[in-house]
Nanobody
């Protein structure tokens, strides 16, 4: 059974960095993986996604600052967040889904995922 556990969240200053990790038990390289975030009063939005070939996609607001990667041997998903801004403050969630065959093309819609972690809080102060 799939279980996703996020870690690495916390407080950072504007311009600082954090690295989030997602321990993904029951997940292999065939899964689509992604990071999502939700701030108070806002919808959950896709931040970054990665497919089975390590092709990635990002929402425009984080492109050039965030990097998603996966370690299939250790079944771990990462999100390196650099040049953090107060607007990045949110609860960050790890997501996964196994489709037929390998994941062909990263998916950034929350409706494309059926496995979710409980989230890790990221707070960025100005």
């Amino acid at each position: 059974q799939v279980q996703l556990v996020e870690s690495g969240g916390g407080s950072a200053q504007s311009g600082g960095s954090l690295r989030l990790s997602c321990a993904a038990s029951g997940v292999d390289s065939r899964y689509c993986m992604g990071w999502f975030r939700q701030a108070p009063g806002k919808e959950r939005e896709g931040v970054a996604a990665i497919d089975s070939d390590d092709t990635t996609t990002y929402t425009d607001s984080v492109k050039g600052r965030f990097t998603i990667s996966r370690d299939n041997t250790r079944n771990t998903l990462y999100l390196q967040m650099n040049i953090l801004k107060p607007e990045d403050t949110a609860m960050y969630y790890c997501a996964a889904r196994r489709w037929s065959g390998v994941c062909r093309g990263p998916r950034l819609s929350r409706y494309d995922y059926d496995h979710w972690g409980q989230g890790t809080q990221v707070t960025v102060s100005s």
